[in-house]
Nanobody, 123 residues
Framework: QVQLVESGGGLVQAGGSLRLSCAAS????????MGWFRQAPGKEREFVAA????????SYANSVKGRFTISRYNAKNTVYLQMNYLKPEDTAVYYC????????????????WGQGTQVTVSS
């Protein structure tokens, strides 16, 4: 089992920045690719970003490329999502997820999910 706890969400004005964190515990963190997803009201959950166990491979949704950066610090069992130039359409609950491979996360497949953290971007 892997337990994931997100933090760092909040209310920010359009054009602002937030950094989300996801702390993992349980089975060996470094064995997993990690990803971020989001779900806006009335919409399906969608892939945002993913990173391989080593950090050497990353993948982003087209809607966030150039604005969001995913990173991880294995020594602290933590994955981050730096979000810059936020837009109102980025408003959603953001979820952290763990899986064996980046490709699976891109396909919205994950073994473990966090509870989510709310991000609200005002115009």
């Amino acid at each position: 089992q892997v337990q994931l706890v997100e933090s760092g969400g909040g209310l920010v004005q359009a054009g602002g920045s937030l950094r989300l964190s996801c702390a993992a515990s349980g089975r060996t963190f470094r064995n997993y690719a990690m990803g971020w997803f989001r779900q806006a009201p009335g919409k399906e959950r969608e892939f945002v970003a993913a990173i391989s166990w080593s950090g050497g491979i990353t993948s982003y949704a087209n809607s966030v490329k150039g604005r969001f950066t995913i990173s991880r610090y294995n020594a602290k069992n933590t994955v981050y999502l730096q979000m810059n130039y936020l837009k109102p359409e980025d408003t959603a609950v953001y979820y952290c997820a763990a899986e064996g491979a980046v490709a699976n996360l891109v396909a919205s497949v994950a073994d473990y999910w966090g509870q989510g953290t709310q991000v609200t971007v005002s115009s």
